[in-house]
């Protein structure tokens, strides 16, 4: 009587671990839970089993989706997902890179953050004729794996790319919508919505010509020339033109 009823206590108690687990996991006792039951069994699989690969898959699509970027004074260096153009290289333009970056952004280099949802960053480099960065290449193209870079036209990188720029951008804008955190040379801040910053770092003693429209971010000029040389800005044919 007395083993009888431990083993009655037993399987109540087992039975009462199996129903408390289905009732957590979701599957409530009734005849489609036996069924999802003898399913699992028969791949030799649990309740447990699925919720742990489940939440893995998750985890490894939000890292799969996330985005890295490393800044230097000659290039941005971007892992993950990221959709961008460039304008064509040109000595009497401004050297255009602008970045699309969602769901996840982490950044670092020159400028520190992370940031959930959506953001955009547009960044200029002047055409200068003394550069001040002797390694940059004013002709040099975006590279990464599997792009096909062409200028003006959207595109996507899904691994790796390389954004090559002229110097430190003197001209920047970001716009953010979603949650962010960071802090460096471009921005300094934690915002939750929607945020935009722009900004206009000029270099010292130089003479600059600035002409943008948001609405044609890759056909902005900035040119800038030492203040000794100030003759050689004003005698191009775009100091020259009237701007509506």
């Given at each position: 009587?007395v083993?009888?009823?431990?083993?009655?206590?037993?399987?109540?108690?087992?039975?009462?671990?199996?129903?408390?687990?289905?009732?957590?996991?979701?599957?409530?006792?009734?005849?489609?839970s036996?069924?999802?039951?003898?399913?699992?069994?028969?791949?030799?699989?649990?309740?447990?089993?699925?919720?742990?690969?489940?939440?893995?898959?998750?985890?490894?699509?939000?890292?799969?989706?996330?985005?890295?970027?490393?800044?230097?004074?000659?290039?941005?260096?971007?892992?993950?997902?990221?959709?961008?153009?460039?304008?064509?290289?040109?000595?009497?333009?401004?050297?255009?890179?602008?970045?699309?970056?969602?769901?996840?952004?982490?950044?670092g280099?020159?400028?520190?953050?992370?940031?959930?949802?959506?953001?955009?960053?547009?960044?200029?480099s002047?055409?200068?004729?003394?550069?001040?960065?002797?390694?940059?290449?004013?002709?040099?193209?975006p590279?990464?794996?599997?792009?096909?870079?062409?200028?003006?036209?959207?595109?996507?990188?899904?691994?790796?790319?390389?954004?090559?720029?002229?110097?430190?951008?003197?001209?920047?804008?970001?716009?953010?919508?979603?949650?962010?955190?960071?802090?460096?040379?471009?921005?300094?801040?934690?915002?939750?919505?929607?945020?935009?910053?722009?900004?206009?770092?000029?270099?010292?003693?130089?003479?600059?010509?600035?002409?943008?429209?948001?609405r044609?971010?890759?056909?902005?000029?900035?040119?800038?020339?030492?203040?000794?040389?100030?003759?050689?800005?004003?005698?191009?044919?775009?100091?020259?033109?009237?701007?509506?």
């Amino acid at each position: 009587m007395v083993e009888s009823f431990g083993i009655f206590v037993v399987c109540g108690m087992r039975c009462g671990f199996s129903e408390s687990t289905d009732v957590q996991f979701g599957l409530p006792w009734n005849e489609k839970s036996g069924r999802k039951k003898r399913l699992l069994s028969r791949f030799g699989t649990t309740a447990r089993d699925v919720f742990f690969w489940r939440n893995l898959v998750l985890i490894i699509s939000a890292c799969l989706l996330s985005g890295c970027t490393w800044r230097t004074r000659q290039a941005d260096y971007l892992l993950g997902p990221v959709r961008y153009r460039f304008s064509e290289p040109s000595t009497e333009k401004a050297a255009v890179f602008q970045s699309v970056h969602f769901p996840v952004l982490i950044e670092g280099g020159s400028q520190w953050g992370v940031s959930i949802g959506g953001i955009q960053r547009l960044a200029l480099s002047s055409a200068r004729f003394d550069s001040v960065d002797p390694a940059a290449d004013v002709h040099a193209t975006p590279r990464g794996w599997l792009i096909h870079p062409q200028p003006r036209r959207w595109q996507w990188s899904w691994i790796y790319l390389r954004a090559p720029l002229r110097g430190r951008p003197e001209f920047i804008r970001r716009s953010m919508v979603g949650v962010q955190g960071g802090a460096g040379g471009e921005e300094r801040a934690i915002s939750l919505g929607y945020s935009s910053v722009t900004m206009m770092r000029p270099r010292l003693e130089a003479l600059y010509h600035f002409d943008f429209d948001s609405r044609r971010p890759l056909d902005a000029v900035l040119v800038a020339n030492p203040v000794e040389r100030t003759e050689e800005t004003q005698e191009q044919p775009f100091t020259k033109r009237k701007i509506p």
